[in-house]
């Protein structure tokens, strides 16, 4: 399964977000932090959340999102 660490973009309706995503399957927990703060740096001047994706789309099920 992969996995991803997302960071998206809160805007009003109709108006176009920023969205990073980032591949962090096999990544142990210190690179993926590294990952998180890179993104968070990017993304500081925005509103946004960053959510874990694991992707069940090679499995044939629904990916699941959660909050982190
Ligand atoms: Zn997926």
Redesign the pocket.
């Known amino acids: 399964m992969?996995k991803?660490l997302e960071a998206k973009e809160i805007t009003p309706l109709g108006i176009e977000s920023e969205f990073i995503r980032s591949d962090i399957t096999d990544m142990t927990d210190l690179e993926i932090e590294a990952v998180k703060v890179s993104m968070q740096d990017i993304m500081s001047d925005k509103t946004y959340v960053l959510q874990i994706?694991?992707?069940?789309?090679d499995s044939g099920g629904s990916?699941v999102m959660r909050g982190i």
Not at 53 to 57: I, K, N, S, T, V
């Open positions: 992969r991803y994706h694991d992707c069940l789309h990916c």
